[in-house]
């Protein structure tokens, strides 16, 4: 445990917050190393040619929000040249969606042979598809590799998208604190689930180019308080966007751009709340009659105080909503949010990233720059269980809402399903009921599918591109859905029925929405296909949602839907499948 008196060093104006980072990392080699080559300097737009003077933006009018009319793509105003929110840090540096295009076309140039052996992309239209600036893509613009959910009309490139998939695979490099740590051999449990399943399906993507990812390890930096109201955070702003018409505006203002160094944001039906890198937290009632008035805080001094996680839950003997912090200088406070004080602080041998309550709120499972997972008592911070198994840092986890499922991800590229009716077998060894392997890189959040919202799900978005959305019950199949760029986060809204993602890429990052498509198959289909159906272990139950029948859904506090409403969703939709 760090020295006591280090938690009160005086705060250090630093001018990159990242620069007290967790330990040192290592990067794994990708399967098929590509060629170094030095691009030529680009301009704002991601051109080749020379970069000409930016026109004086006109002063604002009094009341005017400065991100409204303001494009960084057609300013340069953001902060970033690569994916990576700190190029000057010692991890990955994976190029957003037009350099991964332009690295490919430039590499080309110095492989004679692979121009030959399959298509590259043209230079031309990727400076074409650089200076388009899309605000909306909706399910009936979809046109395959001629248009896809971002908006890229890959046959123009001259290459498919699966192309350009199979490529990113190859380069793209998994951040890891251990050397190796993701590395796959025989003696490992890890597994790689079949894309069977379909329970979600393309509604809609928002294009953004404001969303604001200053931290390479911390995606947790999306906010859904209902299906119209989600936040992301931005150059001086928290921002509100409305999925179902696109329009946004500002739901947290900050006097500059170093105020709104966000590290860590979520929000609740009523509270929009937000950490910092400094040790601040910021916190605003989404109803109130105060307009954007908040309420800030502080939770520490430390030099290293980056607000790691934060989650919003009740208290257990009231209704008092209440904020769990956990902080890189290995504290975990939890601040009422009434009263806008720290009420219990614990410190811990490592920084934790991320915590997730228990149902019943006796419960909390923490996980971070450590190999092993805790749980722990909620209120005394006391360490009950010490799980091992995985191989690297630790920053998703949840709690799922059957009281007894929980899940963990780790750099090491595996997400690790633990039951609580028995974490450790006979042995005293620690007993994972699952061992998940993901697509590409390391699981950075994890969410379960709330009670009463259909078939019980695992969603879980990895570092970049790829949010892969698992069966619960079986834990044996998956559902992948694949984007281009690095990922913020993800959240449930609508009860369940729209999932909600965020993408952090320059130019073709966002919201997007997806939707329910299995509404009714509760009533007509078993848990998983014949073909891909397994013997289940002691660990699995029956019931299509968290619990065995649809009454005994309904009938919980906490359950999404009544079954009526749930029989006449699905009595109204024409066609769910995907």
């Not at 890189?328 to 041998?349: C, Q, W």
Request: hydrophobic share 35%; net charge negative; proline share 6%.
């Amino acid at each position: 445990m760090e020295d006591q008196s280090d938690q009160h060093l005086p705060l250090l104006p630093l001018d990159n917050p990242l620069f007290v980072p967790h330990e040192l990392p290592q990067v794994s080699d990708p399967p098929s190393p590509i060629i170094d080559v030095e691009p030529p300097p680009l301009n704002h737009l991601g051109n080749s040619a020379t970069a000409q003077p930016l026109e004086p933006i006109a002063p604002l009018t009094d009341g005017q929000d400065p991100e409204d009319d303001v494009d960084p793509a057609t300013t340069g105003l953001h902060p970033m040249a690569l994916s990576n929110a700190n190029p000057m840090s010692l991890g990955p540096e994976n190029p957003h969606v037009m350099q991964f295009l332009e690295l490919w076309e430039w590499q080309s140039h110095a492989d004679t042979q692979l121009r030959t052996i399959v298509p590259v992309p043209s230079f031309q239209q990727i400076r074409r598809l650089a200076r388009e600036c899309l605000r909306r893509v909706d399910y009936r613009q979809l046109r395959g590799d001629e248009y896809d959910f971002q908006g890229i009309n890959w046959s123009d490139l001259g290459i498919t998208r699966n192309l350009a998939r199979g490529r990113r695979m190859q380069s793209f490099r998994n951040y890891v604190n251990r050397p190796n740590s993701d590395s796959i051999h025989n003696s490992l449990t890890d597994r790689l689930l079949r894309p069977a399943a379909n329970y979600f399906r393309f509604k809609s993507m928002d294009i953004r180019r404001d969303v604001r990812l200053l931290h390479f390890q911390l995606r947790n930096i999306l906010g859904v308080a209902s299906r119209t109201r989600v936040f992301y955070p931005s150059f001086t702003s928290i921002r509100e966007l409305d999925p179902t018409t696109g329009r946004d505006k500002a739901a947290m203002r900050f006097d500059s751009q170093t105020d709104a160094h966000i590290s860590t944001l979520t929000a609740s039906e009523d509270i929009l709340i937000a950490g910092g890198f400094y040790g601040t937290y910021r916190y605003r009632y989404l109803d109130s009659s105060g307009g954007l008035k908040t309420h800030e805080g502080r939770l520490t001094n430390h030099y290293s105080g980056i607000t790691n996680h934060v989650q919003i839950h009740s208290s257990r003997h009231s209704s008092t909503p209440l904020a769990a912090f956990a902080s890189n200088d290995y504290g975990f406070r939890v601040v009422d949010l009434t009263a806008n004080r720290v009420t219990s602080e614990v410190m811990y041998d490592f920084a934790m990233n991320c915590s997730a309550l228990s149902p019943d709120m006796r419960l909390r499972v923490l996980v971070g720059d450590h190999q092993n997972v805790l749980i722990t008592n909620a209120e005394t911070g006391e360490v009950l269980q010490d799980l091992e198994g995985h191989r690297d840092f630790g920053f998703a986890c949840d709690w799922a809402p059957d009281g007894w499922t929980v899940a963990t991800g780790n750099q090491d590229r595996s997400i690790r399903i633990w039951d609580a009716r028995k974490w450790k077998n006979s042995k005293g060894k620690s007993t994972a009921v699952a061992v998940i392997r993901t697509e590409m890189a390391g699981a950075r959040s994890l969410k379960f599918s709330p009670l009463g919202s259909g078939k019980r799900t695992l969603v879980a978005a990895e570092e970049a591109d790829f949010v892969n959305l698992i069966d619960a019950q079986t834990f044996s199949t998956r559902q992948t859905v694949d984007i281009f760029g690095e990922l913020g986060g993800v959240a449930f809204a609508n009860g369940g029925q729209d999932l909600i993602a965020l993408s952090c890429d320059l130019s073709r990052g966002g919201v997007m929405r997806l939707e329910r498509c299995d509404t009714g198959a509760e009533d007509t289909f078993s848990h998983a296909h014949r073909k891909y159906y397994e013997a289940g272990g002691w660990w699995q139950t029956p019931g299509y949602d968290w619990m065995q029948s649809p009454e005994q859904v309904v009938a919980a506090p906490t359950s999404q839907q009544t079954l009526t409403q749930k029989r006449r969703r699905a009595a109204m939709i024409e066609d769910w499948t995907f």
